[in-house]
């Protein structure tokens, strides 16, 4: 089993920061691509950030500039430093990993239990 583990969600003022950290555990032999998602009340969860195992990066545009992924392939990690945040950008934000593992010749797809960020004054 592979598990991914959130932290770093907050209650922040607008133009404030947070860094979230996420980490994989379990038997794992490598992990692809990470990525974070985030899902505000109502809406349907949309892709924030992504990563490749090799460092190749790409946002999403309301995010650009503002926020930057990053990975620890030795730690099985990524990370999400978010900067000028807004309020729009309350949201539960989950982590996202496709898994090389073991038992299986695919990629697993694992997800995280999600973290709440809130941008408030």
């Known amino acids: 089993q592979v598990q991914l583990v959130e932290s770093g969600g907050d209650l922040v003022q607008p133009g404030g920061s947070l860094r979230l950290s996420c980490a994989a555990s379990?038997?794992?032999?490598?992990?692809?691509?990470m990525a974070w998602y985030r899902q505000a009340p109502g809406k349907e969860r949309e892709l924030v950030a992504v990563i490749t195992r090799g460092g190749s990066t790409n946002y999403a545009d309301s995010v650009k500039g503002r926020f930057t992924i990053s990975r620890d392939n030795a730690k099985n990690a990524v990370y999400l430093q978010m900067n000028s945040l807004r309020p729009e950008d309350t949201a539960v934000y989950y982590c996202?990993?496709?898994?090389?593992?073991?038992?299986?010749?695919?990629?697993?797809?694992?997800w995280g239990q999600g973290t709440l960020v809130t941008v408030s004054s």
């Open positions: 379990g038997i794992i032999v490598s992990i692809n691509g």
């Open positions: 996202n990993a496709e898994a090389a593992v073991p038992w299986r010749s695919e990629l697993l797809e694992v």
